[in-house]
């Protein structure tokens, strides 16, 4: 007779396919709950510790833990030995593992949960067993996911077993699963601990959804989300309308809401390739979209909008007269949804806590062979803050600006440059080889509107040519890291024409 050992802790459709098991004459051993379940509904079961001859122990620690199960399980079938072994041991083999782990994801996500309740919920036969029948797959067949259940079922049906093709992506799925169980551990403990850079490092992500493609037709691409600290992320926004993300549209809205985060009042932020190309505050969220359209309404064009209070009518009437590609807000009002519904293709993403940021998360990029981890940028400025090194104090409404200009250029692609005025984007001059080309591409983007406009540099200024284009352009205080050994000469053209100039000593690069 072929037997099957169930244990699992969801207990999704696990009564009907025991039924299904028995009726097919299939005996079940089982454990614990499990065992209590199925009796409960009628099902013949064998106690695992009638198997091992052994009781449950140390409050179900211990029980499958037993050669009379490991044995039964990872004897291969066709090694004469191992069968032979068998015999003298009195092991009868396991066809059949059905086995779902303890919830530790569930465990850790809860509220205040204790440490003793995050260990006693780290699932230690469960993992061991499932790895020795994945193992031993070409004999054994091994379930983790209640959405195979009908897969076997039908293949017990029509052929009496389980197809080796079946087998193999079966014992796939386990060692998938178990990485990502032992990683979220392995992960706890490093949180716990405040071990930022370990020896070696298991990253796990779970899967959201497929996309269409990636960043180009010809390239596969998919969306996944981590397990803790999405809160205020991307990866927990509600679409409202429209159709499906691109890789694109992620990326780029991710750019926008890194932008957004820096600001507390109403603010609009337009984003193109995930660079700010149009960034406004202002009292309202009318008159801030309004600021960040003006910025650069040709780039806004096709773009990405991210806002940081709800959507009201008037504000979504202004939107609805160009094309956007999203709209991200941490709500939109009854009316609002009703104008940008009217547009089929733009997508409307709700995020709750938009301004929430997750301190402790790291930022990840891959290289070929590699991969580059770092913390999160949340500083803005150091401890003790940023010194005038002009010879000209900036005014207060300078420093306003000024101050808006740095938390634009920090999320600019290096090398950056951010120009704003009246608290709105004038030019920003992204992702240049030179420092001079981005501030000339900024000055050519914002023509008349620069003069009387204040720059921040993403990094120090090599030569004084920046101080001396910006002077051309009108524009009136520069805020920068500081750093270079030729400081000194762009603070002399900065006293030259009267600009006022703030080293803040600290770069934000972003590449």
Request: net charge negative; proline share 4%; glycine share 8%.
């Amino acid at each position: 007779m072929k037997r099957a050992l169930i244990s699992v802790f969801d207990k999704t459709g696990i009564v009907d396919f025991a039924k299904s098991l028995n009726s097919l004459g299939w005996e079940i051993i089982s454990t614990g709950g499990t065992s209590k379940k199925l009796k409960e509904e009628g099902i013949q079961v064998q106690d695992i510790s009638d198997l091992t001859k052994f009781p449950e122990c140390f409050d179900g620690r211990v029980k499958t833990l037993h050669p009379n199960v490991e044995g039964g399980i990872l004897a291969v079938r066709d090694n004469d030995r191992h069968l032979q072994q068998m015999k003298e041991l009195g092991i009868e083999p396991i066809d059949i593992v059905v086995c779902n782990l303890y919830p530790f994801k569930q465990t850790i996500l809860k509220p205040g949960v204790s440490h003793e309740e995050i260990i006693e919920n780290i699932d230690i036969g469960g993992p061991t067993m499932i790895r020795a029948a994945a193992k031993n797959y070409r004999f054994v067949t091994v379930l983790t996911d209640p959405e195979d259940y009908d897969k076997v079922l039908d293949e017990l049906r029509q052929k009496g077993d389980t197809s080796l093709e079946t087998k193999e992506m079966l014992a796939a799925k386990v060692f998938i699963h178990t990485a990502h169980y032992d990683a979220l551990i392995a992960n706890y403990f490093s949180e716990r601990l405040r071990i930022e850079e370990p020896k070696t490092i298991t990253l796990t992500f779970e899967k959201r959804q497929a996309l269409r493609y990636g960043e180009n037709p010809h390239q596969s691409a998919a969306f996944y989300t981590a397990v803790k600290g999405t809160e205020g992320t991307l990866t927990s926004a509600k679409q409202l309308h429209g159709k499906e993300l691109s890789y694109n549209n992620i990326g780029d809205t991710d750019g926008a809401l890194e932008t957004l985060k820096e600001f507390d009042e109403p603010t609009v932020v337009a984003a193109k390739h995930a660079n700010p190309c149009g960034v406004g505050s202002a009292p309202t969220l009318a008159e801030a979209y309004k600021k960040a359209y003006e910025a650069d309404p040709v780039s806004i064009y096709g773009g990405i909008v991210a806002a940081n209070r709800e959507i009201d009518r008037e504000t979504a009437e202004k939107m609805s007269q160009i094309f956007l590609e999203v709209i991200l807000a941490p709500s939109f009002s009854p009316e609002a949804l009703e104008i940008l519904t009217q547009k089929k293709n733009i997508r409307l993403l709700q995020l709750d806590n938009i301004l929430k940021t997750d301190k402790t998360a790291f930022k990840a990029k891959t290289v070929l062979g590699g991969l580059l981890v770092q913390n999160l940028d949340t500083l803005l400025l150091p401890e003790e803050g940023f010194k005038v090194v002009s010879k000209r104090q900036p005014s207060e409404k300078e420093r306003e600006d000024l101050l808006f200009a740095w938390k634009v250029v920090k999320h600019t692609k290096s090398n950056g440059i951010a120009i704003a005025k009246d608290k709105c984007t004038t030019g920003v001059g992204p992702g240049q080889v030179s420092r001079i080309w981005a501030l000339e591409n900024a000055i050519r983007q914002g023509g008349d509107n620069i003069k009387g406009s204040v720059m921040a540099s993403d990094a120090f200024f090599p030569f004084s040519d920046c101080v001396e284009a910006a002077h051309k352009a009108g524009i009136t205080a520069i805020i920068q890291p500081g750093g270079s050994v030729r400081d000194q000469e762009s603070i002399d053209a900065a006293d030259k024409y009267g600009i006022a100039m703030i080293f803040t000593g600290m770069r934000h690069f972003k590449h």
